[in-house]
């Protein structure tokens, strides 16, 4: 069988770390099972459906490499041909039209619900010439009276549904326009997807669906309906706990390959294995590995997987982090300080934002001093700077010949690290925190040390 999935967000929100996953499963088990794996906007309601929510899907998709194969479908383009098949089914008496006017229906539903049964109209087993032409009417199917439909699932098991618990639901709203229920299933079909991959919200939704494929006598899809995520505490994920829109994961420093690699270890599994590339994700991927109870999100974990990713990406690509957004380019000078500083640094942020900071003294000759680390740049401070910027000499070396110059400097005036060395980091960086002082000096090499130092002191003096 030719394997076809699909990812079909509705773009009422953003695309958040739920769906992405949704959307990671389902590019993993098409690309391992050689398939193709769509996309598909389901774009139905209108009034909720925002072009900036739609933009937003395809952006974080695009971040995280899910883009769909070809183009994507939009369901509200394919109406007529909803249309179309729920005709079809009225044609062959598997639907029928319902004259229901709202007051009746709100009437009947609430009759129902009292007395724990689905809705089933009065329309349903009338004569056609009882029928009203020209009032509005919706078009439901007819759902078996009795008996049961059974799913099996390849992630929950066997599970059934009585169908003394289904309503004939509407196919067709009395205004003309197709219901997702009806949607799904045709848009399903016409794109010959062989696997449902989604979550398990929906899971009462395949029941439903079953029964409209069964009335046109297409071939059911196999459903996997995956445990919704939940937050540390066990509750629901929700925005507290990291239910955010991909793209902030983005802007809080984590990079994309961390995001895919968290997002598959959370519900799946592959032994104790954490650290999975996305190679090795499309050789190792099955249903199978889905666990059944949900996952929780932990941001700490995803954290590692960043500073993992971090640390083991190549130079090069480290400076295209760093110097990416950059007009003009980069000068050949901040170049060579970037390539002594990259090594060091990527080993010790855990994510983007940390790292490019971590950078930002080698990306211009002139830091901002941060306020906060101005006070310490005192009286005696500054003596000592100045001291230090006449006493180093025009080449001290690499990193372990200026570690043992500065001692032995620090050692000849009876100084210890502490009495130098925060200063130091202030007049060179700006800030109080940054990276060790020695990667300091040794990046920016004696000329520019001096000249920093001697910059602070004049304008102090
Ligand atoms: N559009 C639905 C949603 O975003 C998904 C429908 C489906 O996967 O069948 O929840």
């Not at 007049?427 to 040390?449: C, F, H, M, R």
Request: charged content about 25%.
């Amino acid at each position: 069988m030719d394997v076809i999935t699909r990812f079909a967000p509705s773009p009422t929100g953003f695309l958040h770390i739920g769906g992405a996953r949704t959307a990671l499963f389902n590019f993993l088990f098409a690309r391992h099972h050689g398939g193709r794996y769509l996309l598909r906007v389901e774009d139905t309601d209108r009034a909720r459906s925002t072009k900036t929510a739609i933009d937003a899907i395809h952006q974080g998709l695009g971040w995280l490499n899910l883009a769909g194969d070809g183009e994507a479908t939009y369901q509200s383009t394919r109406q007529q041909r909803h249309t179309e098949i729920a005709e079809k089914l009225l044609a062959q008496g598997h639907a029928y039209r319902c004259y229901l006017t709202p007051e009746e229906l709100k009437e009947m539903r609430d009759e129902a619900r009292k007395i724990g049964q689905p809705i089933r109209s009065p329309w349903r087993d009338k004569a056609p010439s009882q029928k009203t032409p020209d009032a509005p009417y919706a078009v439901r199917l007819k759902m078996p009276l009795d008996g049961t439909t059974t799913i099996a699932d390849a992630v929950q098991g066997t599970v059934s549904i009585n169908h003394q618990q289904l309503d004939d639901l509407v196919m067709l709203r009395s205004d003309g326009t197709p219901t997702y229920m009806l949607a799904v299933v045709v848009d399903d079909y016409d794109m010959g997807v062989s696997h449902i991959i989604r979550g398990d919200d929906h899971l009462n939704n395949a029941f439903r669906q079953q029964k409209i494929i069964e009335a046109l006598g297409w071939t059911q899809p196999i459903y996997a309906h995956i445990p919704l995520i939940h937050g540390s505490d066990g509750a629901k994920l929700s925005k507290r706990h990291g239910a955010l829109g991909v793209m902030e994961y983005e802007a809080m420093g984590f990079l994309p390959e961390a995001v895919n690699n968290y997002l598959l270890r959370l519900g799946w599994a592959h032994g104790d294995d954490e650290i999975i590339s996305r190679t090795q994700a499309i050789e190792w991927f099955d249903l199978g590995g889905i666990g059944k109870s949900p996952a929780r999100f932990d941001m700490e974990k995803l954290t590692a997987l960043n500073s993992h990713y971090l640390n083991v990406m190549d130079d090069a690509a480290v400076m295209a982090l760093i110097g990416d957004d950059l007009t003009p380019p980069l000068a050949p000078m901040i170049k060579t300080r970037l390539k002594l500083l990259v090594p060091a640094i990527k080993e010790r942020a855990k994510n983007t934002n940390e790292l490019r900071e971590m950078a930002e003294f080698a990306l211009s000759d002139t830091p901002n001093i941060d306020p906060d680390a101005k006070t310490l740049l005192d009286a005696p401070y500054l003596e000592r700077l100045a001291r230090f910027a006449d006493d180093l000499p025009a080449d001290v070396g690499d990193s372990e010949a200026t570690k043992i110059w500065f001692e032995t400097w620090l050692a000849t005036h009876d100084w210890k690290m502490r009495d130098v060395a925060p200063g130091l980091r202030v007049a060179l960086t700006g800030k109080k925190q940054a990276p060790d002082i020695i990667l300091i000096l040794t990046v920016l090499g004696s000329d520019e040390v001096k000249a920093r130092i001697r910059a602070i002191c004049n304008n102090r003096a």
